[in-house]
């Protein structure tokens, strides 16, 4: 495989802070209520995190924490940004039911004119990944199917629905990652050195076979037939909950299998530990939602 020409494009994400953080219910095979939580070291590990994409010059915005939800801490669900328009999540769990009102008032409030409340179950960017040219969207265990006809008449782009069918990857971004969106875009970088069109419209992703349909894996393996494919150990390492801006891909620590690979496609692996928050079930991409503006 040819190494490609990789660059870091500024990003803007919105996170918030572990203030509230704590595993009192259980929506997910991940999250215990019996094992506790140090909420100091969360938020050590969330400030590593958001300290190391000030530091690559991306921005980071800070959703102001709300002490009757814990998982708002899991901002990447609470909304879809793409040209600037909000598609707002509506919770499948009655426990995170309120967080959608705190998160649609927020993008309000900061500059965000087109902001949606959706008509179906969507959890943000758990189940919407955005490349260039698509949508690719999850659906089995929380995000509604009819949620991708309305993602797709809102945003003008067109969706691709993928089958989870294992719980403990309850969230599309839990099994799939987009290394570079393509197109030109953030983060795009283009076609391979030699020339040539790329493959899936030149996006770039990561995923675990495991995780999805049969027919699914056949779609993903038609779309992306270069994908980088992570084993059992590093998909229960959370190594696909990540966040990669054309350059640097920031993931769980522990995904050690992942580093290597990604190196040899010319992407910069940087491992970060988010243990404590791993305990509800989500890790690098679950706490941080992107600001696509136009």
């Not at 506790?36 to 690559?56: F, I, K, S």
């Not at 069109?197 to 699914?216: D, K, L």
């Not at 084993?231 to 620590?253: E, I, K, M």
């Not at 992407?267 to 696509?292: A, F, H, N, Q, W």
Request: hydrophobic share 40%.
């Amino acid at each position: 495989m040819r190494t490609r020409r990789r660059s870091a494009t500024p990003r803007r994400y919105l996170m918030c802070p572990p203030t509230y953080f704590r595993v009192s219910y259980s929506i997910n095979p991940w999250m215990d209520p019996d094992k506790p939580v140090d909420l100091a070291l969360a938020h050590t590990q969330w400030e590593d995190l958001r300290d190391r994409y000030r530091a690559l010059g991306h921005t980071v915005e800070e959703l102001p924490p709300h002490p009757a939800f814990p998982d708002m801490v899991f901002a990447a669900n609470g909304a879809t940004v793409v040209d600037g328009r909000v598609l707002g999540a509506r919770f499948a769990f009655a426990e995170r039911y309120g967080e959608a009102a705190v998160h649609a008032e927020w993008y309000r409030g900061h500059g965000f004119d087109a902001v949606r409340e959706p008509r179906h179950v969507n959890e943000g960017e758990g189940d919407f990944a955005v490349t260039a040219s698509w949508l690719l969207a999850g659906r089995g265990f929380r995000s509604s199917p009819l949620s991708h006809a309305e993602a797709q008449e809102y945003f003008a782009r067109p969706v691709i629905g993928l089958d989870l069918v294992d719980p403990r990857y309850y969230h599309l971004d839990t099994a799939l990652c987009v290394l570079d969106p393509g197109g030109g875009g953030p983060g795009g970088s283009g076609a391979p050195d030699g020339g040539g069109a790329p493959h899936g419209g030149g996006a770039e992703v990561m995923y675990y076979p495991g995780a999805f349909s049969a027919g699914s894996r056949a779609v993903l393996a038609r779309l992306f037939p270069d994908a980088l494919i992570a084993g059992p150990a590093d998909a229960a390492a959370f190594g696909l909950n990540a966040v990669s801006d054309g350059r640097h891909v920031l993931l769980p620590q522990a995904a050690v299998g992942l580093f290597e690979p990604l190196r040899e496609r010319g992407y910069e692996p940087i491992g970060m530990d988010l243990t404590e928050l791993l305990k509800g079930g989500g890790s690098v991409k679950c706490v941080t939602g992107e600001l696509r503006l136009v």
